[in-house]
């Protein structure tokens, strides 16, 4: 397992049935990073462009997108936004597609590091992302293409996961550390920090539910400041993950689904879906959908699943 691995994601797949149940999507030369569904149809990125799957299996090229694709945003005024990073050099780009013109019309270019992770806030019109030089960076796009960079500074280690909520940026660091950063008045706080590089959290009114390369998984409850041990995973590790009524749904190093309830984790439910890391896993009506290093995205539900005890077995 090498965590590093997590830093360059590159995306493409292939043909899909969205009608079947359990049904496999295979992939051709590049892993499976991001990907969203609407309409029947799969926006996706392709090497380096920008592409999409409709419902009768047709892949279509919309638009180069410059470096490999990271992740893939779809905006309420008929606009893709797409995150890529350049392999060769220190480079990233956020690029604006336009449907209706099937043109990038806006491209906003960062030459100081590496994206790791990247979240948008079209309510703000704004994103931020985590970078390879240890930066928390946010952007303000209402008035592209000018483009305003509202937040800069450092944190001291590699953030791997961001999330935001309600004017409040959550990172979780390499070295244990879980973070909140207050937009409005400019104040960081740690919360909380454990041991090991920390891979994934999710957040709910307080409490988080935080993942570290050693395979743990924690539920922290930041008013109480209790922490309970959820789950240990053996030689694997979260790599991605959702909380879902009020379940906890997790994605493995080793491509499998954990899903358990955070409040009564025994007995919880695994299920061997992909072969290698799972990048993303996304809810839709009664499936869900995953895509992984393996090449695939896949379609599945937990039915079929192996019931094990906390620690995994």
Not at 78 to 93: G, K, P
């Amino acid at each position: 397992m090498n965590p590093f691995s997590l830093v360059f994601p590159v995306t493409l797949f292939l043909v899909v049935t969205l009608n079947s149940q359990d049904a496999t999507i295979k992939g051709t030369n590049f892993p499976v990073r991001d990907f969203f569904i609407t309409n029947d149809s799969i926006f996706l990125i392709k090497e380096r462009h920008l592409a999409v799957l409709d419902k009768e299996n047709k892949l279509k090229d919309l638009h180069f997108i410059g470096g490999y694709g990271m992740k893939i945003y779809d905006l309420a005024d008929n606009t893709i936004l797409t995150v890529s990073n350049e392999l060769r050099r220190d480079v990233s780009s956020v690029r604006f597609y336009e449907k209706a013109s099937q043109t990038i019309n806006d491209v906003y270019y960062y030459k100081e590091g590496n994206f790791l992770d990247f979240v948008l806030v079209p309510k703000d019109s704004m994103f931020l992302f985590s970078t390879r030089r240890k930066k928390i960076v946010g952007v303000h796009y209402n008035n592209r293409p000018a483009f305003k960079k509202r937040i800069d500074f450092e944190l001291g280690s590699f953030s791997r996961k961001i999330k935001y909520e309600n004017g409040i940026l959550y990172c979780v660091t390499d070295n244990g550390e879980l973070f909140q950063y207050v937009i409005a008045s400019n104040r960081l706080q740690m919360l909380f920090k454990t041991n090991g590089i920390l891979t994934d959290f999710q957040h709910d009114d307080g409490v988080f539910y935080i993942s570290n390369i050693e395979g743990k998984v924690i539920k922290h409850n930041i008013r109480t400041k209790v922490t309970v041990e959820l789950l240990t995973l053996k030689n694997d590790f979260v790599t991605t993950s959702l909380l879902d009524n009020g379940n906890l749904i997790i994605g493995t190093w080793e491509g499998a689904i954990y899903y358990l309830s955070p409040d009564n984790p025994e007995p919880q439910k695994k299920r061997k879906i992909h072969k290698k890391a799972i990048y993303r896993i996304v809810r839709l009506n009664e499936f869900f959908y995953s895509s992984s290093l393996d090449k695939t995205l896949k379609k599945w539900t937990m039915e079929n699943h192996t019931v094990l005890d906390s620690a995994g077995n």
